[in-house]
């Protein structure tokens, strides 16, 4: 996966673009928000800053919006990837509804998600509720369809390329479900995010 440089050009750039991001968010209602493409902060300083230093900036820019700590993030595990990409996962809660059960969780070791972010999985209840009442949720982000050889070049068969490395992963991504529900204690998982694949897709087949 590429470290080139993503995003915003200039602060000027970087205002613009969180201040619609901060828009969009507040307007969704949601109490759980499953992040794509949040900057990995420690990956673009080479190691420098705090993994979650761009994730609390939006953290902080939601809560001065609502005039209130509405908002809180979900901690990075202990355990992250060793060659990340620039680009990661995240989750985002609402604090008076939400609250976090354990730790977050990144699937690590995993040959299936060399060319894309591992998912991320963090257990989550309704604020004051029992831990046997959690639910687990798993932000994901397989690859992209705009490259791949072999194997993964484009089949013409309407999926695009890199078909079979989304196959993989989705494989890749039952198997740390089924861990995860296990460890959590709960058969109510969500898979979220950018599957980058439609419902009738191969790789959604393996996940239904």
Partial sequence: ???GPRGAWDQANLTRQQDKIVAAITALGADVVALEEIEA???VSGGGTDRDAALNSLVAALNAEA???VWSAVPSPAAVP????VIRTAFIYKNATTETVGNSTILLGSAAFDNAREPLAQAFKA???PDANQFL???NHFKSKGSGTGADADMNDGQGASNASRVAQATALVDFANAMSATAGTDKVFLMGDFNAYTMEDPMNVLF
């Fill in 1 to 3: 996966v590429s470290n």
């Fill in 41 to 43: 902060s420690t990956a």
């Fill in 82 to 85: 060793t060659d990340e990409d």
């Fill in 137 to 139: 949720a798993i932000v």
């Fill in 67 to 69: 005039g209130s700590a």
């Fill in 127 to 129: 604020t004051g509720a």
